[in-house]
């Protein structure tokens, strides 16, 4: 697989420390590790997770600015800075940050490198921990949480939470304090002016809200059509495995998922959910102008009352706080592709806030730095995380408190609602295998360019579905050799 990165980045990095730059680390010595300090004269006093009270640190943080804001993680910092006065901070943030990354990975210098950073580069993570140039993160499981001792991170996360971690090679290179969903939001004053059913439980009762919808003058779903991928919030691969679920295969159709094994685009659940979006798409459930409208556009079109529904994730209500009515409440649902009640809906999981760390840093830094993500996950961090930014928490005491889940955003409190009720089944789609063949790439902007004609009910989505996994095996093929 190192070819793989290797084609991808076109780096030649090393990631082996020498003997002398570990003595380095544990001794203080600031010439092998700048990022560490010892103060002269000072004792070996230790704080209860056995780091050094008298090592100095500074761990470069690279921060993605997207649809949760920065408050959440400041809050965080002063907190950790105050209980851990040798550890500090040098915070680059952006929303470019994706790219930032990936010019410093092709730079190949570890130390001008992030010691952790809460998105994937452009080239994803896979070829970046097949290559060695990751740092595993599967001892945080096992992690005593500081506020409760006695209890592990993976004690106290949501059900369902930790197999959603992506894996590479059975080991953990990512690891969030947040977790989030997608589906439809909506406002949930004109759901109940009109009298529109906010629970669907079956496509039936689906397509009967859309018609009703539409007889009202209003547009039933929108999203952005000049970022097509958004309409996997509600309409993505969660759907493909539900399809499969009805069936009694989704264990094994989400094995050859991971793993590009067999027909992607033109499995028999590809192609029933393709064909549904484009039945949705002839009834005229999306709004014509859709192919130019952005997300925030897109959102703004249910909160003025043009759509009813907008397909995208629970970041919504933070991101568009200051274009919302403060009497706007969200409500939420999922699209459900089931056929009778009994059947389970699937739900776009579900981690958000990712934390990677970089292999190439000295170990004192990777040290520190696990120590903040586990700090992340504290019950105060992640309730003013829950509260600030509207990502939904990942500590189970949390949403099992009534009184802290009331304080919660509405779309966080709608969202946790409809679960409950409807006892769906939350997963992240992820693929445990990386294609670097150009002809991968050729696929998804088949499926990319086609998704906002589809959903206009403008182009059958057959050719594109054929067109897509032509380009695809021929990409699997060439990686085999």
């Known amino acids: 697989m190192r070819k793989n990165f290797a084609k991808l980045t076109a780096l030649s990095l090393t990631v082996a420390m020498s003997s002398s730059l570990l003595a380095a680390c544990s001794s203080g010595n600031t010439q092998q590790n700048p990022g560490a300090q010892t103060q002269p004269g000072a004792s070996a006093e230790v704080y209860e997770n056995g ?34 006065p040798n550890v500090s901070f040098d915070i680059t943030a952006s929303a470019d940050m994706k790219n930032t990354i990936q010019t410093k990975i092709a730079a190949g210098n570890d130390n001008d490198m992030f010691d952790i950073f809460n998105t994937a580069p452009t080239s994803g993570i896979v070829p970046l921990a097949e290559a060695g140039k990751l740092e595993p993160l599967d001892d945080l499981f096992n992690k005593k949480l500081p506020d409760v001792p006695d209890k592990t991170v993976k004690d106290m996360i949501l059900p369902g939470m930790f197999e959603s971690f992506t894996r590479v090679n059975g080991k953990v290179y990512e690891f969030t304090t947040a977790s989030s969903f997608g ?85 028999p659940e590809s192609i029933e959910h393709w064909n549904r979006l484009y039945e949705l798409g002839k009834k005229g459930y999306f709004p014509e102008g859709l192919p130019a409208l952005t997300h925030t556009q897109s959102q703004m ?88 930014s509207g990502a939904l928490p990942m500590r189970k005491d949390l949403i099992d408190d009534s009184a802290k889940v009331a304080k919660l955003s509405s779309s966080a409190q709608a969202i946790l609602k409809y679960i409950k009720e409807t006892e769906a089944r939350t997963y992240k789609a992820h693929r445990t295998v990386s294609i670097s063949d150009p002809n991968m790439v050729k696929a998804t902007k088949v499926r990319d360019e086609a998704i906002t004609k589809i959903v206009l009910g403008k182009q059958d989505p057959k050719p594109m579905l054929e067109e897509a996994e032509g380009l695809l095996q021929q990409a699997v093929k060439a990686q085999k050799k």
Do not use: C
């Open 183 to 267: 589906g439809l939001f909506y406002n949930k004053t004109l759901f109940e002016k009109n009298g529109w059913n906010q629970t669907p439980r079956t496509w039936a009762e689906f397509n009967d809200l859309l018609a009703n919808i539409k007889k009202s003058g209003v547009t039933p779903i929108t999203f952005p059509g000049i970022h097509p991928n958004y309409h996997d919030w509600a309409f993505g691969d969660a759907k493909v495995f539900e399809l499969a679920d009805m069936k009694g295969g989704a264990d094994k159709y989400i094995e050859n998922f991971k793993t590009y094994t067999g027909p992607q685009y033109t499995s």
């Open 51 to 84: 780091l050094s009270k008298n090592e100095k640190v500074t761990l470069k943080v690279g921060f993605f600015m997207g649809g949760y804001g920065r408050e959440w993680f400041d809050y965080a910092i002063k907190s950790f800075t105050a209980k851990y």
């Open 301 to 388: 079109q249910v909160i003025q009352g043009q759509a009813a529904m907008v397909s995208t994730g629970s970041h919504v209500e933070n991101e568009m706080k200051k274009s919302t009515p403060e009497d706007f409440k969200w409500g939420y649902m999922a699209v459900p592709f089931v056929e009778n009640k009994n059947q389970k809906i699937w739900i776009k999981s579900g981690i958000t806030n990712f934390n990677y760390m970089w292999a190439g840093k000295p170990e004192l830094n990777k040290k520190w730095s696990k120590e903040l993500i586990v700090w992340l996950m504290t019950l105060e961090n992640q309730q003013f995380a829950a509260e600030k």
